[in-house]
């Protein structure tokens, strides 16, 4: 039997984009659509064209492969033409595959916030979609406030929804914009809607103020909607919009919609959410929901006890879905199986290659499990997981050492009289034997640092010039006295390769370095840079032993 198809549509570069703290650049807008794309979701609401600069130049050209990259913005004012509203030229010119426009279907909002007649209204969601169709978009209308005004005023409610939808709507989505609205209610009113528009043009956007944006999304795939609008991890203003984090495993893994709907979203696509989850969660610079749905570091946690005994029998005994399912993974200490599983196709997926009897691969679980505890977040960084990896199985060359470093803060009162900072920075290399002081100046010790190092690395400098440091994140963890510190480094090169490396410390300019020199070898390795002969510069063992960086004192 074919399944129906359900529309996945994400909102967070949009709706997400309303929550206090989070102010997505233009890099982090293009990352994240790639992210969203390749995932597999259908839609990519990427914000308002013509509303801001940013928004205008991200709309400049298309930014999805897959995805229908969708811009969104007002239906033209009253009383205006088509041809004269700025707003809505800005979208036609928008370099998008569909058009989401939103519109008023609560007779109150029409009335006090627009201040026009419910006639206007209409004429003026009917020559929106009509100008988005005849510049061949696909067009979607976003019913603002429709489950509020429909308990008002439901003619006027549906009105608003039929006019779009016999306009040329290819989704009538129903907007639940306050977010007070519960799941029986809304499976009510679907269904009625359903009864005037096909299902299969039926969107449901959900907020969260009751908790329940989940549980009204899939009410309303049951009482026959067919899209679902969300945001990654549940942003969004207020209490956020409907996680499609918890959404898309719950349509995939439960027999009552996984039977019965195609997402357009396979299981290999599945098994990234929990990286998914988050890598989004690093970039906005937020400690990931431990006890988050299906991909929280805890969401298969089992502490010892009768619990842990009988999954290791049998895991489904405690798991309402296997966690691999998502990429996320059972925590039990009952048994290093589940993890070395996990490491192995980790090392399968980065293409390295080690033989499963060696003991070398239980002693690195071993340490990534003894790093973890002091704070490493590897599902985080990549690229030091894979350098880390690949390290102990002994396929990193010693490309060059780092002998010492120092960096130094001062403030004092320049010529003129200001107080200023000043930050310098002194790397000690050696490469093929050769020794380079390299001295920087920086606007903190970190950027002293990072400059000095990078400044001259000899025969590898031509390799690293194009390096970026793109973005720097530091938390720090347990608090109070015995805190320590982890920096979180992404880096960029010309070719558009991004990569994450960590570090962490009790010092602060430690772990930035650690991470800073793992963005470098990481870049070498990358390039398959030769390593400069080892023959000529004997390094001492101790530098040399074990899986370090070759930084005394710094890597343990
Ligand atoms: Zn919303």
């Not at 298969?300 to 489904?316: C, E, P, V």
Request: include cysteine.
């Amino acid at each position: 039997m074919s399944k129906e198809r359900l529309y996945l549509y994400d909102t967070t570069l949009r709706d997400g984009a309303q929550t206090p703290g989070v102010d997505f650049t233009l890099a982090d807008k293009l990352l994240i659509a790639g992210l969203l794309d390749e995932f597999g979701l259908a839609y990519v609401e990427g914000g308002y064209p013509g509303a801001n600069p940013q928004d205008t130049e991200f709309f400049q050209r298309r930014r999805t492969r897959k995805a229908s990259f969708t811009a969104f913005g007002m239906v033209k004012r009253a009383g205006v033409s088509v041809s004269n509203d700025p707003g809505l030229n800005a979208l036609l010119s928008a370099d998008a595959d569909a058009i989401c426009f939103v519109g008023k279907a609560s007779d109150y909002h029409v009335k006090v916030a627009l201040g026009v007649s419910n006639e206007e209204n209409l004429d003026s969601i009917r020559d929106s979609v009509t100008a988005a169709k005849n510049a061949g978009r696909e067009v979607l209308l976003d019913c603002e406030h429709f489950f509020d005004g429909w308990k008002s005023n439901p003619d006027y409610a549906l009105a608003v929804a039929k006019s779009a939808y016999e306009a040329g709507c290819r989704w009538v989505v129903l907007c639940d914009t306050n977010g007070g609205t519960l799941p029986d209610e809304v499976a009510d009113i679907v269904a009625t809607v359903a009864k005037s528009i096909p299902g299969d043009h039926i969107g449901i956007h959900a907020h969260n103020d009751t908790d329940q944006a989940v549980a009204v999304s899939l009410a309303a795939i049951r009482a026959g909607a067919r899209q679902i609008q969300g945001t990654l991890n549940g942003i969004g203003e207020r209490c956020g919009n409907a996680n499609l984090v918890a959404i898309i495993p719950t349509l995939l893994l439960k027999p009552a919609y996984a039977d019965r709907f195609d997402t357009g979203i396979g299981a290999d696509q599945l098994g990234g959410l929990t990286i998914l989850s988050r890598r989004f969660d690093e970039l906005l610079n937020r400690v990931p929901d431990r006890q988050a749905a299906y991909v929280g570091a805890s969401a298969f946690a089992t502490k010892a006890g009768i619990h842990a005994s009988a999954l290791a029998k049998d895991s489904r005994t405690y798991e309402h879905v296997p966690p691999e399912a998502i990429g996320n993974r059972r925590r039990v200490f009952v048994s290093d199986q589940a993890g070395k599983s996990n490491l192995t196709s980790e090392l399968d997926r980065m293409a390295i290659a080690y033989d499963r009897a060696d003991q070398r691969v239980d002693s690195l679980l071993a340490e990534l499990k003894r790093r973890e505890a002091k704070g490493y977040a590897y599902e985080s960084a990549d690229a030091s997981f894979e350098l880390l990896a690949r390290r102990w199985l002994g396929k990193v060359p010693t490309y060059f050492t780092v002998d010492s470093f120092h960096a130094a803060v001062e403030r004092r009162h320049n010529a003129k009289g200001q107080l200023v900072s000043v930050s310098e920075a002194v790397v000690k290399t050696v490469v093929a034997g050769k020794t380079f002081h390299n001295v920087a100046e920086g606007n903190g010790p970190v950027n002293a640092l990072d400059r000095a190092l990078r400044k001259d690395l000899g025969v590898y400098q031509e390799i690293i010039e194009d390096l970026e440091l793109v973005d720097y994140k530091v938390r720090i963890l347990n608090g109070g006295s015995e805190a320590v510190t982890r920096v979180l480094i992404e880096s960029a090169d010309a070719g558009g390769d991004r990569w994450l490396t960590i570090g962490v410390s009790e010092n602060i300019v430690d772990a930035s370095f650690e991470a800073l020199l793992d963005a470098i070898i990481f870049k070498l390795v990358k390039a398959e840079a030769i390593p400069a002969s080892e023959a000529a510069s004997p390094q001492p063992a101790s530098v040399r032993s074990g899986g370090n960086l070759g930084v005394k004192g710094l890597v343990t």
